[in-house]
T-cell receptor, first 118, second 114 residues
Framework: AQKITQTQPGMFVQEKEAVTLDCTYD???????LFWYKQPSSGEMIFLIY??????QNATEGRYSLNFQKARKSANLVISASQLGDSAMYFC???????????????FGQGTTLQVKP | DVKVTQSSRYLVKRTGEKVFLECVQD?????MFWYRQDPGLGLRLIYF???????EKGDIPEGYSVSREKKERFSLILESASTNQTSMYLC?????????????FGPGTRLTVL
């Protein structure tokens, strides 16, 4: 069965430092997509970054990068130069992609709460 | 901007009541989803729909039903609310197909069942 695991319930980072949030996944499919979402205390889910299983380069979006290690089935999120506004819960998610059978379903991890210290 | 709206941010209901949670998206997305979010469990899929009048069970459908009569609207129904359905409910929508096609989420409804 497909599964996403985030082993860090809570993390602290000093402002302006980089932080890595861990995510491992389990799937028997060859084609899949990996997502990271941010959920501030206000509750809305904000899409951050996407990595396709066939993408050879790690995805980057501004201060966010995804450290994709396919053989290890890990998709860690790296946030560089942390800001106070980065304090939030972060979710890793996986979507299986079967072409015409793709329903867009996501499987989410448990989430990691990040607190940025001034 | 893609917009997903949910009918209420906060809702308090009594045990046994029938509860309707409404979700509307304005981007002509084929897929719509209902999740519940509980501490330590992440988001769990209740139901999803990939077309009008089409629905499929997610991981935790028990005690819930859904309705999608129009493409833009996806309703979650609690036939007889129970205290263990107290939770945050999130609606999302996305385009069909692979690639990025990320899910866009509504603001959530925090439901309390007394």
């Amino acid at each position: 069965a497909q599964k996403i695991t985030q082993t860090q319930p809570g993390m602290f980072v000093q402002e302006k430092e980089a932080v890595t949030l861990d995510c491992t996944y389990d799937t028997s499919d060859q084609s899949y997509g990996l997502f990271w979402y941010k959920q501030p205390s206000s509750g809305e889910m904000i899409f951050l970054i996407y990595q396709g299983s066939y993408d050879e380069q790690n995805a980057t979006e501004g201060r966010y990068s995804l450290n994709f290690q396919k053989a290890r089935k890990s998709a860690n999120l790296v946030i560089s130069a942390s800001q106070l506004g980065d304090s939030a819960m972060y979710f890793c998610a996986m979507r299986e992609e079967h072409g015409s059978g793709n329903t867009g379903k996501l499987i989410f991890g448990q989430g990691t709460t990040l607190q940025v210290k001034p | 901007d893609v917009k997903v709206t949910q009918s209420s941010r906060y809702l308090v209901k009594r045990t046994g009541e029938k509860v309707f949670l409404e979700c509307v998206q304005d981007m002509d997305h084929e897929n719509m989803f209902w999740y519940r979010q509980d501490p330590g469990l992440g988001l769990r899929l209740i139901y999803f729909s990939y077309d009008v009048k089409m629905k499929e069970k997610g991981d935790i459908p028990e005690g819930y039903s859904v309705s999608r009569e129009k493409k833009e609207r996806f309703s979650l129904i609690l036939e007889s609310a129970s205290t263990n359905q107290t939770s945050m409910y999130l609606c999302a929508s996305s385009l069909a197909g692979g690639g990025i096609n990320e899910q866009f989420f509504g603001p959530g409804t925090r439901l309390t069942v007394l």
